[in-house]
């Protein structure tokens, strides 16, 4: 009786949705307009950012993906988006801050990126980083030593996503004793991605392993989802916790 009474309690709901404003700042987003796989138009960032910013938020770093073989965004390229975005939300009266730094994509190139020394940084020099769903590089690692030593902190996005962990958690957890930073998101907490990406999801905020929340928004489909998200009990739990990160930002 107690298994189903734990399923239970973890599939609860709540009746009050949860109060965004808390966490102040939103670390994870796809707002530049035709950049990537986010936000196609200006159109597109100004309703995105809108809900952002009537849920709450006083500020956005956006990042958009950096991959070497699709999305090839520079610091330049984003800048000068993040430069056109903020002009389009003074004219439309929408007061809230964005900053943008980027989503790096782990892959052949990274490590030549990060050589270089200009990678776009959010907060006390934290990289944002993803990897391919499919599998982890062999030297990951090596790179977050590699980023570690040259004074970056690395951020890895949505680890709760990464199904070739979901059955050796024991790996998330030696992922956070290298010292780098984990940001989940939001609608993982939905089932949105799969009921496993959930179960670990909550797993990961019951053993305080959450450092950033972000939203990873491309779409109203996303900030639909948002919308639902606010009543999961795990979320509250989350905010409630007083060991979250984007308050800092």
Excluded at 236 to 242: P, R, T
Aim: net charge negative; glycine share 6%; charged share 25%.
């Amino acid at each position: 009786m107690s298994f189903f009474s734990d399923i239970f309690k973890k599939n609860s709901k709540v009746k009050t949705p949860a109060d965004l404003s808390i966490l102040g700042t939103d670390v994870h987003s796809h707002f530049i307009p035709g950049i990537d796989d986010g936000a196609k138009t200006m159109e597109d960032s100004l309703n995105l950012i809108r809900f952002f910013y009537e849920k709450g938020y006083k500020k956005v770093i956006t990042t958009p993906h950096v991959m070497g073989d699709s999305y090839r965004n520079t610091p330049e390229i984003i800048l000068g988006g993040l430069d056109k975005v903020r002009e389009a939300l003074h004219e439309n009266n929408i007061p809230i801050e964005i900053d943008a730094a980027a989503e790096y994509y782990l892959d052949y190139d990274f490590e030549e990126k990060m050589k270089k020394g200009n990678l776009l940084t959010f907060g006390k020099n934290y990289v944002l980083v993803e990897l391919s769903f499919v599998n982890a590089p062999d030297n990951l690692y090596h790179i977050f030593f590699d980023m570690q030593m040259k004074g970056y902190r690395p951020v890895l996005a949505h680890p709760e996503r990464y199904s070739f962990w979901h059955n050796d958690f024991e790996k998330y957890e030696a992922i956070k004793d290298k010292g780098v930073l984990l940001q989940m998101n939001i609608n993982s907490l939905t089932g949105h991605y799969s009921i496993a990406t959930k179960r670990v999801a909550e797993e990961m905020i019951e053993k305080n392993m959450v450092d950033f929340l972000g939203s990873d928004c491309h779409h109203t489909g996303h900030t639909e989802l948002m919308g639902h998200a606010l009543y999961e009990k795990s979320l509250h739990e989350l905010l409630a916790s007083g060991k979250l990160l984007n308050p800092t930002l």
